[in-house]
């Protein structure tokens, strides 16, 4: 069993930077491929970003590639997203999420953080 937090989102200017953590407690989180999704208004969630449980390979949605970094420290049960050049389409409640599985559709994971919000004005 895995809690998820996620914490680090705000409002921010479009081509600022923000930081996403998720904090997970339960002693297998290491053990656990880590993702992200985002869910915008009045639209379904969406694959943003994931990572395997060693902390490679790594893959992304087309939208966020090359702009946002998923990383995990698996020494702090922490997995983290850092997101460069936000758009105002970036805007969106963000969900960490952990699994065995890793991939990029929400069956692929177990366990869900309540989410944070994110907000780019333009």
């Known amino acids: ?21 998720c904090a997970a407690a ?19 969630r969406e694959f943003v970003a994931t990572i395997a449980w060693s902390g490679s390979p790594s893959y992304y949605a087309d939208s966020v590639k090359g702009r946002f970094t998923i990383s995990r420290d698996n020494a702090k049960n922490t997995g983290y997203l850092q997101m460069n050049s936000l758009k105002p389409e970036d805007t969106a409640v963000y969900y960490c999420a952990a699994g065995w599985s890793w ?20």
């Open 1 to 21: 069993q895995v809690q998820l937090v996620e914490s680090g989102g705000g409002l921010v200017q479009a081509g600022g930077s923000l930081r996403l953590s």
């Open 26 to 44: 339960g002693r297998t989180f290491s053990s656990y491929a880590m993702a992200w999704f985002r869910q915008a208004p009045a639209k379904e």
């Open 103 to 122: 991939g990029a559709s929400e069956d692929d994971y177990d366990y869900w953080g309540q989410g944070t919000q994110v907000t780019v004005s333009s």
